[in-house]
């Protein structure tokens, strides 16, 4: 199994990160549901397959809210 052939972790968490200074996203979850709606974006869009297990990413992105945090000074 090829996991996530075409996806980049980084390039994801600065695509979310984007969009979370936009909103302004300001608690982990709310980070939380822009991280689960991005990635179901990206297989409604056929970017990622429907049948692979999205589930390391998703936690994976989601555990980067301390960065997201962090650089932006969230409280």
């Given at each position: 199994?090829?996991?996530?052939?075409?996806?980049?972790?980084?390039?994801?968490?600065?695509?979310i990160?984007?969009?979370?200074?936009?909103?302004?996203?300001?608690?982990?979850?709310?980070?939380?549901?822009?991280?689960?709606?991005f990635?179901?974006?990206?297989?409604?869009?056929?970017?990622?397959?429907?049948?692979e297990?999205?589930?390391?990413?998703?936690?994976?992105?989601?555990?980067?809210?301390?960065?997201?945090?962090?650089?932006?000074?969230?409280?």
């Amino acid at each position: 199994m090829t996991e996530f052939l075409s996806f980049d972790l980084n390039q994801a968490y600065a695509q979310i990160k984007e969009m979370a200074e936009a909103e302004p996203v300001t608690s982990k979850e709310a980070w939380n549901d822009m991280v689960e709606v991005f990635i179901n974006d990206k297989i409604e869009a056929g970017e990622l397959d429907k049948d692979e297990d999205y589930e390391d990413m998703i936690e994976k992105l989601k555990n980067m809210w301390p960065e997201y945090e962090k650089n932006f000074n969230v409280r």
